[in-house]
């Protein structure tokens, strides 16, 4: 079974051929980096565009490398959302158009989902496990207990993780993305320098809050630099140690209250997983094994290829849905907004 995986939520273009004995035949990524660091984040309109011109090569390209054509293909699947809902439409009006030109079955994929089940293309994690879903638009607890069936035992209440990265990168002038420009910066900064908020930490529950994060940081380097002068190099690694520090702590006693949650629900479950972009930061990996040897979960994590947006983890995703039957027709329609869980109640009614 082939499957194409299309994905074009944010700024990454992508395309990937994944096979049913979790081969990827090829893996193609075409970043936007350059087009919105300039402005410090992803601008929507410039990443439609964007998904918009280089979606189509990047398919032929994905092809030719897997040295397959459209007619070996099984299947087409393609982020329907949640996203910018400009370059979700392109990957899926790109999708529905190569599965309807080939009669092919066409599954519109949640792009959280597409993270969730990622673990299972690279170690075959068995159903259930508890996953810590942490990106740049998402912050989540989720107990995945099989394909398309997650309970949410957390969710921030106000900015994602990720978010607080590139926005502490762009106070500091470290550019952009600010996941990674926060941890090259912080090997040479002192974690210890600067006592930041460890939103919600020590409250019951498994919410997170990253705002009140971000305006310490920021009164912080005003502080430091007054007007328009740049961060002094040091203060800026310091601050950038101390902001990954405090980032980790709320992710781990939040992460500590939903392994007993998963405990209680789940008691075969084995395994903590942690996905998306912000996985791929080297320090939270390391708590998070050390929670998990706690907890007695075995910890794992996608490779950090599969961490940041890519099509494989959409045509897994795909080949997962196919083989339960759960294939969408021609008038699915993508969205902005997708949770994963339905039924969870908002954070702020949970408190």
């Known amino acids: 079974m082939l499957v194409l995986g299309i994905e074009t939520s944010c700024d990454e273009t992508a395309a990937a051929v994944v096979d049913d ?14 087009l919105h660091g300039p402005y410090g984040g992803v601008v929507p309109e410039i990443a439609a565009r964007a998904h918009l011109e280089h979606l189509d090569p990047l398919i032929t390209q994905a092809l030719a490398e897997a040295k397959i054509g459209f007619s070996d293909l099984d299947a087409v699947a393609a982020t329907g959302g949640p996203g ?6 392109v990957g899926v009006m790109t999708g529905k158009a190569i599965a309807l030109a080939r009669g092919l079955p066409f599954l519109g994929i949640n792009h959280l989902e597409g993270h969730a089940l990622s673990v ?6 068995a159903f259930p496990y508890l996953l810590l879903l942490v990106s740049g638009g998402h912050c989540q607890l989720l107990i995945v207990e099989g394909v398309g069936r997650y309970v949410r035992l957390g969710t921030t209440i106000d900015d994602a993780a990720g978010e607080a990265f590139d926005k502490t990168a762009k106070l500091l002038g470290l550019g952009y993305p600010g996941g990674p420009a926060i941890e090259r910066a912080a090997a040479a900064g002192d974690p210890a320098r600067f006592d930041f908020p460890r939103p919600l930490k020590g409250r019951p529950g498994c919410d997170f809050s990253f705002a009140g994060l971000k305006t310490a940081v920021r ?4 502080d430091l630099a007054p007007g328009d002068q740049p961060v002094p190099p040091q203060a800026a690694a310091d601050v950038a140690a101390s902001f990954q520090a405090a980032v980790a702590d709320s992710l781990i006693d939040r992460t500590r209250n939903a392994a007993r949650a998963f405990r209680r629900r789940c008691p075969a479950g084995e395994a903590l997983v942690v996905a998306g972009g912000v996985a791929a930061n080297s320090l939270l990996r390391a708590r998070l094994q050390q929670l998990a040897d706690e907890a007695g979960l075995r910890f794992t994590a996608p490779p950090l290829r599969l961490c940041s947006d890519n099509g494989a983890m959409i045509a897994w995703a795909g080949i997962e849905r196919l083989k339960l039957g759960l294939v ?3 008038d699915f329609s993508p969205r902005p907004r997708w949770p994963l869980d339905n039924a969870a109640a908002p954070a702020l009614a949970r408190g």
């Open 328 to 330: 969408d027709g021609m």
């Open 120 to 125: 299972r293309l690279s170690d075959d994690v």
């Open 219 to 222: 009164h912080v380097v005003e």
């Open 84 to 89: 910018l809902i400009g370059g979700v439409i």
């Open 21 to 34: 004995r979790r081969r990827v035949l090829a893996d193609c990524v075409l970043s936007q980096t350059a």
